[in-house]
T-cell receptor, first 115, second 109 residues
Framework: DTAVSQTPKYLVTQMGNDKSIKCEQN?????MYWYKQDSKKFLKIMFSYNNKELIINETVPNRFSPKSPDKAHLNLHINSLELGDSAVYFCASSQGTSGFTGELFFGEGSRLTVL | GQNIDQPTEMTATEGAIVQINCTYQ??????LFWYQQHAGEAPTFLSY??LDGLEEKGRFSSFLSRSKGYSYLLLKELQMKDSASYLCAVIDSNYQLIWGAGTKLIIKP
């Protein structure tokens, strides 16, 4: 069983389009994250949700909107895609309820290419 | 600001030993992680240090000195499959995880 799964794994789209990436974890963790890894390989936190509530919202354009229907799911919707949005987006989860305290479990990543 | 420094790239020979260093300047410290990331894959957990000293786990060991803001990952008996990026990450005083850019390790036969 995949612990953290995200779809799609690959996404190629045109500038200006809107797209979504879905993430689900079956580990029973309280906290989920979205990270962006660009070509320089830095992992940048974008959002963190704890039990469906937003706890981290880094400085990302408001074209990015996370949505957590329940604590096992955290989806990422991106409006009006730009070339600079091309990156690998990783979903992750961890146990703990007050900030980051435990090991992160990552999904396989979603490689977004904006043409 | 908060900063984590690691070498960008290292090369080592199969069967040898390599040490990957990580220095950090963060607002507080609540632990340090090492993750391994193969090309095109997700990072996977290697080790966690919160107290000074050496933690050994098979061929991999991780060392921490909080007073020096320094850690290293030691890989012994290198295998070709160890070719990957190794990411250092620190939990700061707000329990946020700060990531380094990673060290790409190339293993040669």
């Amino acid at each position: 069983d995949t612990a953290v799964s995200q779809t799609p794994k690959y996404l190629v789209t045109q500038m200006g389009n809107d797209k979504s990436i879905k993430c689900e974890q079956n580990l029973g963790h309280d906290t989920m994250y979205w990270y962006k890894q660009d070509s320089k390989k830095f992992l940048k936190i974008m959002f963190s949700y704890n039990n469906k509530e937003l706890i981290i919202n880094e400085t990302v354009p408001n074209r990015f909107s996370p949505k957590s229907p329940d604590k096992a799911h955290l989806n990422l919707h991106i409006n009006s895609l730009e070339l600079g949005d091309s990156a690998v987006y990783f979903c992750a989860s961890s146990q703990g309820t007050s900030g980051f305290t435990g090991e992160l479990f990552f999904g396989e990543g979603s490689r977004l290419t904006v043409l | 600001g908060q900063n984590i420094d690691q070498p960008t790239e290292m090369t080592a020979t199969e069967g040898a030993i390599v040490q990957i260093n990580c220095t950090y300047q963060t607002s507080g410290f609540n632990g340090l992680f090492w993750y391994q990331q193969h090309a095109g894959e997700a990072p996977t957990f290697l080790s966690y240090n919160v107290l000074d000293g050496l933690e050994e786990k098979g061929r991999f060991s991780s060392f921490l000195s909080r007073s020096k803001g320094y850690s290293y990952l030691l890989l012994k008996e290198l295998q070709m499959k160890d070719s990957a990026s190794y990411l250092c990450a620190v939990i700061d005083s707000n329990y946020q995880l700060i990531w380094g850019a990673g060290t790409k390790l190339i293993i040669k036969p």
